[in-house]
């Protein structure tokens, strides 16, 4: 009879005797008294999902990254180890993740210890490596990767941009000092791209507050004027502010200008800010879009000699 109640549900509600905004297992239901045939009942009707063999999940939980990482918490083997961009997400390094993944979740990198060969489910990318204990941490009771150890294999990456933003994330947290990483990048001698990992540990930074504010930085560092900082902060006249990028000695700085967070109501603050710091303080600021930094056809080296240019050429107060 309750079977019949539920199928006709728009979404399971309340009667239903297990969790509605988390996973369980087919153990956990028959313990509550929902058996397997009902809960295959229940999946083909659409409002249980199933995303991994064992473990259910009501239909209006969100198929994102923390609800992969619990499914895959109540039925991996214990010494499976979530690592990279997951492991940093799932301890506040948000930046770790590809763009829009926290709109549509990517299979979870989890792998297993040397010699224990691969998951093999359709949540996770899988595979071997080697661990030290000290790499290892447990969060919500799944072991991943430490910062550090995170960030000595995100740092390991082709480009220089897309590593420097991930030790970026990784140091903000606060788990490691530059120093320390940098002493740590002899343990992967030999390694695919461990030379990327060299070039760019010792810039990492985590005062910036996200990836565009990483390419900034870092390609402004390689070009010939005084180098940038990030976060430059600013007082004038009992106020405060904080420019993403910018140079003291010049008073000038490059802002990066996200969608998510300068537009709509946050541009009328924008604009009263760049407002002060122009007039009040006498800061050049040159605002950049997503566009601007990462296209291929990219404006970003031009807008900094301009901005430099600018300032060493600003009339005398």
């Given at each position: 009879m309750r079977t019949t109640r539920w199928l006709q549900l728009p979404h399971l509600d309340d009667t239903f005797p297990l969790p509605l905004d988390g996973p369980f297992t087919t153990q956990d239901a028959v313990r509550a008294g929902v058996t397997p045939r009902e809960l295959?009942?229940?999946?083909?009707?659409?409002?249980?999902?199933?995303?991994?063999?064992?473990?259910?999940?009501?239909?209006?939980?969100?198929?994102?990254?923390?609800?992969?990482?619990?499914?895959?918490?109540?039925?991996?083997?214990?010494?499976?180890?979530?690592?990279?961009?997951?492991?940093?997400?799932?301890?506040?390094?948000?930046?770790?993740?590809?763009?829009?993944?926290?709109?549509?979740?990517?299979?979870?990198?989890?792998?297993?210890?040397?010699?224990?060969?691969?998951?093999?489910n359709k949540l996770v990318e899988s595979g071997e490596r080697t661990f030290r204990d000290s790499d290892l941490t447990v969060v919500g009771g799944i072991r991943m990767t430490t910062p550090l150890r995170t960030a000595l294999d995100l740092g390991r990456q082709r480009w220089p941009e897309p590593a420097l933003t991930a030790l970026d994330a990784l140091h903000r947290l606060g788990a490691f000092s530059v120093e320390e990483l940098v002493a740590e990048v002899g343990r992967f001698d030999g390694m695919r791209w461990v030379r990327t990992l060299r070039h760019v540990a010792p810039h990492t930074d985590g005062r910036a507050q996200s990836g565009g504010e990483t390419v900034v930085r870092w390609r402004w560092k390689h070009l010939p004027v005084p180098p940038p900082e990030p976060q430059v902060e600013v007082r004038c006249d009992g106020r405060l502010a904080f420019v993403d990028v910018g140079n003291a000695g010049l008073r000038f700085g490059v802002e990066f200008q996200g969608l998510e967070w300068h537009t709509g109501e946050r541009e009328k603050d924008d604009e009263t800010r760049f407002t002060w710091l122009h007039e009040d303080a006498d800061w050049i600021l040159e605002p950049v879009w997503t566009a601007d930094v990462y296209c291929r056809n990219s404006r970003l080296d031009e807008i900094i000699f301009d901005g430099v240019r600018r300032a060493r050429h600003r009339p005398a107060a």
């Open positions: 295959t009942l229940l999946t083909r009707q659409g409002l249980l999902r199933a995303p991994i063999k064992g473990v259910h999940v009501a239909a209006q939980v969100p198929d994102d990254t923390a609800h992969r990482l619990a499914c895959l918490a109540l039925v991996t083997p214990p010494d499976a180890i979530v690592v990279d961009r997951h492991a940093g997400w799932a301890q506040g390094a948000t930046m770790v993740l590809h763009p829009n993944e926290h709109l549509e979740a990517q299979p979870i990198a989890m792998f297993l210890p040397h010699g224990r060969g691969r998951l093999r």
